[in-house]
């Protein structure tokens, strides 16, 4: 037993290393095609309503890609106006920060000589600056055009996973014994099913959350409204730290746009009263089940494909992690992994 332990042990660590090399090495490929994947868990009732009315599947093919399509475009659009946008303003932004800083480094200077401390050692121009603010911004902007630059590859993947989404089943009932079939076709359908349903709420759930901060911040004034909007929805598929960021970038760019700052604080208040209205009132009510993931296992995965996928990892995390743990509650074999990736060990029992 001890020998055994000795080999295995090492051989998993070695084989976490070999597969985290993989992804990080086939990333390119790899992780359009994820999306791809979790897109066509969104679409997929689109073949669905098709095969009910006895439309040909080519037909809802066609229709998901020119959707696809459309919104990419609008995006591009979004994206390129908001960037050519922010450019010109970055000049007014940076004086504006540079006044902020003078003004916060004079109050802590007359702060510190109350205090008796030495005011030279507190200076904020030291840690904060125009240009960390503009690298960090056009950092996070270069990972939208990043994305939007694969979208042939993930319409090309979106196109083939849809086109043969219906052939699983088949395959099994003439690859197994009529008991074998059956099972693994319950198995894939309920795994199916619930993957879909996760997928469709939490992105109808984020499309209202990015749609409500869009329209908090086209009024208040705040510039690149729409930018934000769809940066809100994107991250708050991460839990946590995605509605942080998501609050943080457009504040930030109201309280370098204008003189006072209430409307910064307005802006504030009102995205987060939103995220938490939307995000611990409605979304638990119309989620059908509760993902019940380890808060450990999400701040490890987030850290994970994070250093592996960057943002879009991030982004990927919590889809990825609930798709492995619905696939282990499904699969009696997995249950105990189902449980050790659960917050709470009453939800997830083995037979």
């Not at 970055?90 to 902020?100: E, G, I, S, T």
């Not at 993931?293 to 991030?314: A, H, K």
Request: net charge neutral; proline share 4%.
């Amino acid at each position: 037993m001890l020998s055994t332990r000795a080999v295995v042990i090492p051989l998993t660590i070695l084989a976490s290393i070999a597969v985290g090399a993989v992804l990080s090495l086939l990333r390119p490929v790899l992780l359009p095609f994820a999306l791809a994947v979790f897109l066509s868990f969104l679409f997929k009732p689109v073949l669905i309503f098709c095969a009910k009315k006895k439309i040909p599947s080519t037909v809802g093919i066609l229709f998901v890609v020119l959707i696809m399509a459309g919104v990419l475009f609008g995006l591009s659009m979004i994206v390129v106006s908001s960037v050519d946008a922010f450019i010109g303003a970055l000049p007014r932004y940076a004086d504006r920060l540079n006044a902020l800083v003078a003004g916060a480094t004079e109050t802590t200077r007359l702060l510190a000589a109350e205090l008796g401390m030495n005011p030279d050692e507190l200076l904020f121009s030291d840690a904060i600056s125009a240009g960390a603010l503009t690298e960090f911004i056009s950092s996070s902007i270069g990972s939208l055009f990043t994305l939007l630059g694969n979208a042939f590859l993930i319409l090309l993947f979106l196109i083939f996973i849809l086109a043969g989404s219906g052939d699983l089943s088949r395959k099994f009932a003439h690859a197994f014994a009529d008991a074998q079939a059956e099972r693994a076709t319950v198995v894939i359908g309920n795994i199916d099913a619930r993957v879909r349903q996760y997928m469709v709420t939490k992105t109808l759930v984020s499309l209202l959350t990015g749609a409500t901060s869009a329209i908090i911040l086209t009024i208040i004034g705040v510039d690149f409204a729409l930018l934000w909007g769809f940066l809100t929805f994107l991250l708050n598929f991460i839990p946590n730290i995605g509605s942080l960021f998501g609050t943080v970038f457009p504040v930030t760019i109201a309280l370098l746009q204008f003189d006072s700052p209430a409307q910064a604080i307005i802006a504030l208040v009102l995205l987060v009263l939103s995220q938490n209205l939307i995000g611990n009132i409605l979304e638990p009510k119309i989620m059908a089940f509760s993902l019940n993931l380890s808060p450990l296992l999400i701040l490890v995965s987030l850290m994970f494909w994070g250093w592996l996928w960057g943002v879009m990892g991030m982004i990927l995390a919590v889809p990825i992690m609930s798709t492995i743990k619905i696939i282990c509650e499904q699969v009696e074999s997995l249950k105990p992994i189902a449980i050790f990736m659960s917050g709470s060990v009453s939800v997830v029992r083995t037979r």
